[in-house]
């Protein structure tokens, strides 16, 4: 996780090991670009950072992305592997050709949060094949409404664990 399954661009490759430079802190891919089923250019880019200082880390990652701090949400998330609860903060990265979602957790959660995040890097063979399918019928043919293409991938997703993943805001 501490590198991708997928390439990436080498501008995309640099701005994440400058980041990671910076926070001093490895950072950590998970979601599509760890998957068969990632789209270059199109599918968001999914990292973990773990800290001890979550306030701090956020901080630099803000000034790092150049952020408001309103950009940034708190999170509760109910980890399905372990039944455990979780608090972080996300936020929506989308600038100069980098898009990313990054997500701070300390790091006395980083065994339960990969654990849940490995649980989805390896699909059945046909979720793998049906999420192609919908990500090129998206991204390629752009026949679909975004709001379509987020039922039907978070379906295929969810059916993996039979599990329903929600973030919730506070």
């Known amino acids: 996780m501490e590198s991708t399954k997928n390439k990436i ?24 670009v760890q998957r068969d089923d990632y789209v270059d250019g199109k599918s968001d880019i999914d990292v973990d950072i773990f800290t001890s200082d979550e306030k701090g880390t956020t901080l630099k990652l803000q000034s790092f992305l150049n952020l408001p701090q309103s950009d ?3 999170v509760v998330n109910r980890l399905h592997t372990t039944n455990k609860i979780v608090y972080g903060q996300k936020v929506k990265y989308n600038r100069g050709g980098i898009n990313a979602e990054f997500s701070v957790y300390n790091e006395r959660n980083k065994a339960d949060i990969l654990l849940e995040h490995n649980s989805k890097s390896v699909l059945p063979w046909f979720i ?3 999420l192609i399918i919908l990500k090129f019928v998206y991204y390629r043919l752009c026949l679909l409404p975004t709001s379509w293409y987020i039922y039907w991938k978070n379906g295929l ?5 039979d599990y329903d993943a929600k973030y919730v805001l506070y």
């Open 128 to 130: 793998s094949l049906l």
């Open 9 to 32: 661009s080498p501008e995309t490759q640099m701005f994440f090991d400058k980041l990671s430079n910076y926070l001093d802190t490895k950072l950590y891919y998970y979601g599509s």
């Open 157 to 161: 997703m969810n059916s993996v664990n």
């Open 72 to 74: 940034f949400k708190r």
